[in-house]
């Protein structure tokens, strides 16, 4: 949790340098990938990691067993502090000398911070849901870098006005349309990007497509991967290229069992035999540790991180899925296509289709667990889609034991951390 002991920016220069610090800021959570299914540990390095990191991926109710100084919780609240600090000197700069400027960092700082509170409420929330949003608990929204402030839970509802609202602001000050050569500072089309991202968590799905549609038309470029990536390449992404809006990551030195290079997180069997052998995905998304696939590095530019970032190819299927859910059947599978034909081998593409829109949103959905394959998208995913009743059931298989999460388990809402409630008294969340 962040202290007193930090720097009060007195420029706007100053302002810019909290928030591009990169060993704080643009870094994502870790448990909902380590809680997610898109992957699978061996029983023997199972024992290897650490009790967190067991106890998250076999969804037990306890998942901290002591474990203190949790990152998912400390590092979100350290990136609120910093924007709030950034917000507040603000207040005691000018306007006029560089306006734009001015707006562009209250846009940054406004975006951070909600990309830090979706983040924690991804994980330490449960699932929106319209009908119970004002009387669920939420987190704790810190609108001040008060650190002696008391800690109370917002409602769901309260939660993710917040965030909104102040997307909603952001997109409205900041200084440039599409991404530029510093992919940690949003644009409108990133910002637009992401408040897709949150609609589309909520259930909100017209607006959620609306919001990806204003992204695409500001920026919709993809990669074709037949022509731009190296195939057998570790590294086959740059960080400035062009799906990548707004970079982050779940850094290396954190939950390394899952990350690429260093982790032994082999792609569920499943998954990894949907794509066919023209689909390039498989060979650019994975390579082989042995015989076991694993995930190579991602538009971040690294191979030994997640990338959590928001790029096109998401905002391509949310507005797919939007079209889809809305009976516009055509239009649905017309998006799906444009990212399909640049994903699939020349030689081989055969453009999708779907006689309704019900066998459009299956298509849909498919491809985008396999687009979106550990982008720490995929339990925010699960949560969302078993609130509609999908009845996925994620699953593990260990000591020749099968351990099932089921659809409506409270277990989709992980503990808040055991020090933040006994500093805080805030209530714990049912598992």
Same mark, same amino acid.
């Given at each position: ?241 062009? *799906?990548?809006?707004?970079? $982050?990551? /779940?850094?290396? @030195?954190?939950?390394?069992? #899952?990350?690429?290079? %260093?982790?032994? =997180? &082999? ?58 859910? *809305?009976?516009?059947?055509? $239009?649905? /599978?017309?998006? @799906?296509?444009?990212?399909? #034909?640049?994903?699939? %081998?020349?030689? =081989? &593409? ?65 503990? /808040? ?15």
């Amino acid at each position: 949790m962040p202290d007193n002991n930090v720097f009060i920016p007195s420029t706007l220069d100053d302002c810019y340098n909290l928030l591009d610090n990169e060993t704080i800021m643009d870094r994502s959570c870790g448990l909902g990938e380590l809680s997610a299914d898109d992957y699978y540990f061996s029983d023997s390095y199972l024992p290897l990691r650490s009790i967190l990191e067991r106890n998250t991926y076999l969804w037990e109710r306890d998942i901290y067993a002591g474990t203190q100084d949790i990152y998912d919780w400390n590092t979100p609240y350290q990136q609120v502090f910093y924007c709030n600090v950034v917000l507040e000197a603000l207040a005691h700069l000018s306007i006029t000398d560089r306006p734009a400027d001015y707006n562009n960092v209250k846009a940054v700082a406004l975006f951070k911070r909600s990309f830090a509170f979706f983040n924690v409420a991804q994980l330490f929330a449960p699932p929106f849901n319209s009908g119970n949003a004002s009387q669920n608990s939420g987190i704790p929204l810190k609108l001040s870098s008060d650190i002696h402030e008391a800690i109370t839970r917002a409602s769901l509802s309260q939660t993710y006005q917040q965030i909104t609202t102040d997307l909603k602001q952001a997109a409205s000050l900041v200084a440039t349309a599409t991404p530029g050569t510093i992919r940690n500072r949003p644009s409108k089309a990133s910002v637009y990007a992401m408040l897709s991202r949150v609609y589309l968590s909520m259930g909100s799905y017209p607006q959620a497509g609306l919001y990806a549609d204003s992204s695409l038309q500001l920026h919709d470029s993809l990669i074709n991967y037949n022509i731009d990536i190296s195939h057998s390449s570790s590294m086959p992404f740059r960080v400035i290229n062009p *799906e990548n809006m707004y970079n $982050a990551r /779940i850094p290396s @030195l954190q939950y390394q069992c #899952i990350q690429p290079l %260093a982790g032994m =997180a &082999f792609i569920d069997s499943l998954v990894y035999r949907s794509y066919s052998n023209a689909d390039l995905r498989k060979y650019i998304f994975f390579n082989l540790f042995q015989t076991y696939p694993r995930r190579k590095g991602f538009y971040d530019g690294s191979n030994v991180t997640l990338y959590t970032g928001l790029a096109v190819d998401e905002m391509y299927l949310n507005r797919a899925e939007c079209l889809a859910r *809305e009976g516009n059947t055509q $239009a649905a /599978i017309t998006w @799906l296509n444009k990212l399909m #034909i640049n994903r699939i %081998a020349d030689s =081989a &593409f055969t453009p999708l289709k779907a006689d309704n829109a019900l066998a459009a949103l299956r298509l849909i959905l498919e491809e985008r667990r396999k687009e979106l394959i550990m982008r720490g998208l995929r339990w925010s995913d699960i949560r969302r889609l078993n609130s509609e009743g999908y009845n996925i059931q994620p699953k593990r298989f260990t000591n020749n034991q099968l351990i099932i999460l089921p659809p409506r388990s409270k277990l989709y809402t992980l503990p /808040i951390p055991d020090e933040v409630i006994q500093r805080s008294g805030i209530t714990q969340n049912e598992r």
